[in-house]
């Protein structure tokens, strides 16, 4: 069961980025299933800490895209 459902309205018209959103929404349903399902705590962890990465990594690549069309408030 999806706690957060992807839909058009999210789209930001940049395919990597909404590829990204919607791996987003994934990791957030699936650690949203597993607490749901009271799996062992460890089995959370691992989800969590999956999501945490995936996260990383897509404000990295979302920063380096702002970089490349000299988005203004960039630094902020």
Known sequence: ???????????????????????LFERIN?????????????????ILNQLVAYAEGHFQREEAIMAVHQYPALEN
């Not at 957060?4 to 990204?20: A, F, L, P, S």
């Open 1 to 23: 069961m999806s706690w957060i459902h992807w839909t058009d309205e999210y789209r930001v018209g940049d395919e990597r980025i909404d590829c990204d959103h919607k791996a």
């Open 30 to 46: 699936a650690f949203y299933d597993a607490f749901q399902e009271s799996r062992r705590r460890r089995d959370l962890l691992a």
